[in-house]
Structures are given as structure tokens and as C-alpha cells.
């Protein structure tokens, strides 16, 4: 197995050295290597993963709060004496992303 990490370290010098070599006369070469090297230059910076865990359960726990909202809504209208006519504008509304404040 050490020879395996020897042969795999030189392999990693080797093709950094070889962007560097291109950097000199390819801009791209030393923007790729930023990239991928310091985080100021990242194109998406890496976010710990406990963060991005967090914000994907409160997309879970937002959408899901949404539901029991419209469903609440659908109760509250169901118990509501309306003119048929008039349920539309008000599903509309309940189905109308809310506007941004200004």
C-alpha cells in the first residue's frame, strides 16, 4: 500500500506541476488551479455538511408546513358558506405565491 501513496503523490506533484507549467501562458490553467485550491476563488464555496443537512430539513419542515397550511385553508373554506362563484378567486389566492415586500 506505501507504494501505491508514492506513486499517487507524484502523480498529484506531476499534473499540478503540469497547470502550473500551462498557467504560463493560459490564464485558465492558474484559474482552474484557484479554484480548486483556495476557497476566496471558488466558484461555489464548499459548505460544511452539517449546514447544508440543516438548511435541506428546513426546506423539508417549510414545504411541509405549507401543505398544513393549504390544507387548513381547504377546512376553513369547506366550513364557510360560499356562493360557488366566489371559491375560485379565493383558491387563486391561497395558490398565489405571497408578494414580496418592498
Known sequence: MHDFEIAYDEATTGLVDCIRFQAQDDWRA?????ERTRDDFRKNPRMQREVKDELD???I???EADVQLTHAKVLALQKTVLDPKDILPVLNAVLEPPKEEE
Request: hydrophobic share 75%; no cysteine.
Open 61 to 63: 419542515e417549510k414545504a
Open 30 to 34: 492558474a484559474a482552474w488551479l484557484l
Open 57 to 59: 430539513r428546513l426546506a
